[in-house]
């Protein structure tokens, strides 16, 4: 299990919302890179990049600031938010991000994901963001009438990688759910990473005690961000030295 610190861009700047509300946003850094910097010297070796304008409008809009953080830090990089075409996955793997995530893609266009997959097999993820119990798309603003199980079943197998969000979670410091994560791990056998409101050490100890092998990771948002976990000493503790 590794630990991936968030970094979500609106704006140009580095921000948290509450439960992907755009209007309940708190901006933490102006500089999304001077972040990076930091949980890469914290210890992080991948870290997680949403580009939330992205998200809304479709298209790579904090493409620049993406490139800066990429060509700055030595430690792996995923991004996703508004990548709804081959161009754009093309070029952020030419940047040397390790990962694309597909969310809204994955989901109204089901042969890009497959094209994505064909071209790409060790680069493409699915961004599987669950709110109020379904499938939530366009940056969390529109919910579809497919449950977890649904996209489940309808998700390539092949897939090495699914960022599980609970939306209703998201920037909350609520803790992360368990009933979600739990009902995952029923009906999917592909490796998964844990996102969406974790709050501190606690939640840690419960994810790493579950010693369930596809468990691959926790993204660690706001807690990172209000101080409620210390990454540096979380890293030592939880996160497997392979």
């Known amino acids: 299990m590794i630990l991936i610190p968030a970094i979500d861009i609106k704006d140009k700047k580095c921000v948290r919302l509450y439960k992907g509300d755009f209007n309940k946003k708190k901006i ?16 992080a070796s991948l870290i997680h990049l949403v580009d939330l304008d992205g998200a809304l409008d479709g298209k790579s809009s904090n493409y620049d600031v993406i490139k800066d953080i990429s060509s700055s830090v030595k430690c792996d990089l995923q991004i996703g938010g508004g990548i709804r075409n081959i161009e754009t996955i093309d070029s952020y793997l030419k940047l040397g ?17 497959k094209e994505a997959l064909k071209k790409y097999p060790h680069n493409i993820s699915v961004g599987l963001d669950i709110k109020e119990g379904k499938v939530a798309i366009q940056g969390w603003n529109q919910k579809m009438q497919v449950t977890l199980k649904d996209a489940l079943a309808k998700l390539p197998k ?7 969000t609970s939306v209703d979670r998201d920037g909350t410091l609520e803790g992360f759910n368990i009933d979600l994560v739990n009902e995952y791990l029923k009906y999917s056998s592909i490796p998964l990473v844990v996102s969406g409101g974790v709050r501190s050490e606690d939640d840690l100890k419960i994810i790493k005690n579950m010693e369930n092998e596809k468990i691959f990771g926790v993204i660690l948002g706001k807690s ?17 030295a392979s």
């Open 28 to 43: 933490y850094s102006d500089s999304p890179k001077d972040i990076a910097l930091k949980w890469e010297s914290y210890g």
């Open 97 to 113: 991000i390790k990962r694309v995530i597909l969310g809204t893609s994955a989901f109204k266009d089901p042969n890009f994901l």
């Open 158 to 164: 092949e897939l090495s990688l699914i960022i599980l």
């Open 224 to 240: 990172l961000y209000e101080e409620k976990l210390n990454l540096k000493k979380c890293i030592l503790i939880y996160q497997d």
